[in-house]
């Protein structure tokens, strides 16, 4: 399965990232700051660190991070399988608009991860007629 997270700041990466690596998969990230894609790039990983130092910290390998506006991040989206969003309400229409134009053309799982109310409402006003995406929120 393809998985990519739409949104690489500190939930997308330090929960979200983390436990999907601990499942041994390692999500396509794409974002909007072009300052932590060139970050991420040029790092090639991140590290997450836990309270109370219960745990050692993770350094987590990223092997691909796109911007927004890069058209790999609409082949990233059409590729996917699963797309895990976590972007800040405010963001959710525009991400919807972001997944809607990459087309994708088979079944696809949404998970958002935000706080607020109803965020897979809020994106999924743009998926209007699209019966294969399944939106979820955690």
């Known amino acids: 399965m393809n998985y990519t997270m739409i949104g690489a700041g500190k939930t997308g990466r330090g929960f979200l990232g983390r436990l999907l690596f601990e499942e041994g998969i390692l999500p396509t990230y794409i974002d909007a700051s072009k300052t932590l894609v060139n970050e991420l790039t040029a790092k090639g990983c991140f590290t ?32 996917a399988d699963v797309i895990l969003v976590s972007v800040g309400a405010g963001n959710l229409e525009a991400v919807g608009r972001l997944i809607k134009a990459a087309s994708p053309s088979k079944d696809l799982l949404i998970i958002t991860a935000e706080n607020a109310i109803d965020p897979a409402k809020k994106l999924g006003y743009s998926f209007a007629g699209k019966e294969r995406i399944c939106k979820s929120e955690t």
């Open 48 to 79: 997450v660190e836990f309270f109370g130092g219960e745990r050692q910290a993770l350094s987590i390998p990223v092997q691909q991070v796109f911007h927004t506006e890069d058209p790999r991040a609409k082949q990233a989206i059409t590729d």
